[in-house]
């Protein structure tokens, strides 16, 4: 296997801190036996967990007002998994990378595929692109792709998903997830109706196309690029779209494209009841699609998903397997170092949700113990998991600690020297 960060620099700083580890960790599993807990099958569970790396996020995002680029970012989709096998090196908790089509085509599929494999990385799912014009196609997405008044456009929408299906399949992807931009700027601009029933048409000849071992998600997004009105704008929006297409469609959660305030946990959880969550996009956000790293503002919020998860987990609810991948956008911060952290921070939500004393919290629900209940929630979320987390990294033989092992590798420094600073790159908001 191919490793990008040398083996010994991961040993050597691991070497200064598995006494401390080890004490921690075994402080946290005497802790847990109080509460009935096995630290050892959490552990178990966490290391069987991973979240996919969207390739676009290994490069430095931008705003609608700037993008100042990093030192030695990716230049190609090549580049973008070997900055994704350095997260995966380090984390062991992100086996998979997420493509983006047009963003990440390749002429030869076949030596793509190798390079993941040569990397230990396999392919999640697929995403195309139809909020923007690539430099080759007949027909603009100015005003909309898929719900387009035009049937030659919307043609070519539906003809873009279906490459992106086709390329999945040569790299063993599974899925295929649709954000489309389309909306109004203006009240008349277009009409509600018609254009919802032009977007599940186009998505029906998607569907068609769609393997039958693969899934196809569809995700919401309240506002953005559209201001007024956005065809695909809310969950309830996206459950109709889910229940049109068919079995093999479900929705895709981005935790940023939903209003201020929303209790997001219960989206997930009616999802869930009815069978149609597909996958997550995990980011964070103050006020709108920030794309922040996972966790960095409101990781309560997280934690109360996760909840909801290991919920449906532990009551094996049917049909219920949603694929997990992180989205967001790197401004300030170095992109490998924002996406372990974030990593890093979905495990733990993870870890902590699998202590939530469920028993109790039924009890506690049943008898209306409002305050008891709330607090079996937060027992399990004040709980410091990070010796669980670095315990499981370490004996995956990644790191104690990524951000420390990274830095001290010096591969940023590194890829700087080999890839020329590039003058823009493609959008880092999805
Ligand atoms: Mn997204």
Known sequence: MTRMINKDVIDADNAGRIADLKADYDHLGTQLARRGIDIGAIKAKVSAYGVAIPSWGVGTGGTRFARFPGTGEPRNIFDKIEDCSVIQQLTKATPTVSLHIPWDKVDDLKELKEKGNALGLGFDAMNSNTFSDASDQAHSYKFGSLSHADAATRQQAVDHNLECIE?????????????????????????????????????????????????????????????????????????????????????????????????IEMIVARLIQFKKLGGFHFNDSKYGDDDLDTGSIDPYRLFLIFNELVDAEARKAEGFAPMHMLDQSHNVTDPIESLMNSATEVSRAYAQALLVDRKALEGYQDGNDALMATETLKAAFRTHVEPILAMSRFEAGGAIAPVAAYRASGYRAKVSGERPAAKSGGGGIV
Request: charged fraction near 20%; include cysteine; aromatic fraction near 14%.
């Open 167 to 263: 390329i999945g399949k040569a790299l063993g992807s599974k899925a295929l997830t649709v954000w489309i931009g389309d909306g109004s700027n203006f009240p008349g601009q277009s009409n509600f109706t018609k254009s919802f029933e032009r977007y599940l048409d186009a998505m029906k000849a998607i569907y068609k196309g769609l393997p039958d071992d693969w899934k196809i998600f569809s995700e919401h997004k309240m506002f953005e690029p559209a201001f007024y009105s956005t065809v695909v704008q809310d969950w309830g929006t996206n459950y109709l779209i889910a229940q049109e297409l068919g079995p093999k469609a479900h929705c895709l959660v981005d935790l940023g494209h939903h209003a201020p305030n929303v209790n």
